[in-house]
């Protein structure tokens, strides 16, 4: 199955960009990369997901790389309500061999 | 629009005992999928549903834990007897299509502490 390996943690100041990376570098052709994060006691949250394409929407932009084995969520100015668990997460595969796995995540410490 | 609903929030229990959890997706989502997450790790997908059929349980611990999804809509899973290791939160999710580039939806989880 395919992996994801992330830094256990990161620090930013509030109000600058954070970019958070995520190595998949035995992604399948069929794996969307998505990112979710969680908050303490509440369950995750989606953030953003893309295939190959760099994706943006209101929260977040998701860079992939090129040959697709990394990826980097960019949140373009953290506030102190992003300090949360980030998830890397690859979805798909197809067919029997569609798997879904998630990262052991990194922790976003927010300064103010 | 309701999210994803999960009951119980907490249970505590002794070990070899059995347990149920229930999870209500958001209303026309085909996808169901039921999550362990240990403490300090991510989640660990234990199977999913498409409709009320499976499409993967291939990490559910099929000598103790099973699950139903039988109208397609609410599902429950169950452990039948509990061991030590299966202290963790199991979270429910759902998505509106299967096939991985689709959003899931969380629900709050339940905390599960067997002693």
């Known amino acids: 199955d395919a992996k994801t390996t992330q830094p256990n943690s990161m620090e930013s100041n509030e109000e600058e960009p954070v970019h958070l990376p995520c190595n998949h570098s035995?992604?399948?052709?069929?794996?969307?990369i998505h990112w979710y994060r969680q908050l303490p006691s509440q369950g995750p949250e989606y953030v953003i997901h893309g295939l190959t394409s760099n994706v943006n929407n209101r929260m977040a932009s998701l860079a992939i790389a090129e040959d697709r084995k990394s990826s980097t969520l960019i949140l373009h100015r953290a506030t102190l309500r992003d300090a949360a668990v980030y998830y890397c997460?690859?979805?798909?595969?197809?067919?029997?061999?569609?798997?879904?796995?998630f990262g052991k995540g990194t922790l976003l410490t927010v300064n103010p | 629009e309701a999210g994803v609903a999960q009951s119980p929030r907490y249970k505590i229990i002794e070990k070899r005992q059995s347990v149920a959890f229930w999870c209500n997706p958001i209303s026309g989502h085909a996808t169901l999928y039921w999550y362990q997450q240990i403490l300090g790790q991510g989640p660990k997908l234990l199977i999913q549903?498409?409709?009320?059929?499976?499409v993967d349980d291939s990490q559910l611990p099929k000598d103790r834990f099973s699950a139903e999804r039988l109208k397609g809509v609410d599902s429950t899973l169950k452990i039948q007897p509990a061991k030590l290791e299966d202290s963790a939160v199991y979270l429910c999710a759902s998505s509106l299509v299967w096939g991985g580039g689709d959003e899931q939806f969380f629900g709050p989880g339940t905390r599960l502490t067997v002693l």
């Open positions: 035995t992604i399948s052709g069929t794996d969307y």
């Open positions: 549903f498409q409709n009320n059929g499976v």
């Open positions: 997460m690859l979805g798909g595969g197809g067919g029997s061999n569609y798997k879904l796995t």
